[in-house]
């Protein structure tokens, strides 16, 4: 896939790999996607898959990239330490975020629990990746029609905001983790979650100070 000539701008359009995803596993996936910026911060780009156009609004997506900066990646680099570019890096100095209906179609069966984001270690510079400090985050599926399983009215825009800053503070952890454990593959995967889970508690905590 190929890199952008300059740091990603706003209704840039770029091709990325879905990272870490197999059909095999997630026969509903795609392999790739095409995806816009909708969204830039100082720490943050945010893309949004084109087959998912509107997921939120222009101001919505600007309020998370607000709250990334202004509690999010302090936050989690206060506790775990902080990102830092790879070779090649699409966006120096800032973290991808990339919302698409593929995380989605990664559950199975949404009365079973969902998968609301993922991060991939191979993006972090490694072949196969997409030479970015990134994760994924699902889409607002109101009708049930992306998520298997899943009922209309449970995935909700409303409802999937609410679980956005937790799910970016947990997947920011994790990045961290990858780029900072000194054998990134053979981490404790209790203890790695166990960590994205208090990222996801001092997060909360910080955001609750500042309301």
């Given at each position: ?7 990603p701008?706003?209704g ?8 870490c995803?197999?059909q095999?596993?997630f ?6 996607i ?20 509107g997921a ?11 709250n ?13 330490g902080a990102?830092?570019?790879?070779p ?25 629990g969902?998968?609301a984001?993922f ?12 030479d970015?400090?990134?994760f ?9 029609d ?10 909700t ?12 503070a ?17 981490m404790?995967?209790?203890?790695n ?12 905590h910080?955001?609750a100070?500042?309301?």
């Open positions: 896939f190929g890199l952008m000539a300059a740091a701008q706003l840039d359009v770029m091709d990325f790999g879905f990272s995803v197999t095999t596993q026969p509903n996936t795609p392999t790739d095409t995806a816009e910026v909708v969204s830039v911060s100082n720490n943050a780009v945010i893309f949004e898959d084109t087959l998912s156009r939120f609004t222009a101001a919505e997506y600007d309020d998370i990239a607000l990334f900066d202004n509690v999010i990646i302090g936050t989690d680099t206060l506790y775990f990102p830092s570019d790879v090649g890096d699409i966006a120096p100095g800032q973290v991808v975020i990339l919302y698409s209906q593929g995380v989605n179609q990664m559950t199975e069966d949404y009365t079973n969902f998968i984001g991060f991939c270690p191979l993006d972090l510079g490694f072949s196969g990746g997409n970015a400090k990134m994924y985050l699902l889409v607002p599926d109101p009708t049930g992306l998520t298997p399983g899943a009922d209309g009215g449970l995935l825009k409303t409802n999937v905001l609410r679980l956005t800053d937790n799910t970016v947990h997947e920011l952890q994790h990045l961290i983790n990858s780029q900072n454990h000194p054998n990134p593959l053979g404790d995967v209790g203890i979650e166990g960590l994205s889970h208090l990222a996801e508690e001092v997060v909360g910080a955001t100070q500042i309301a």
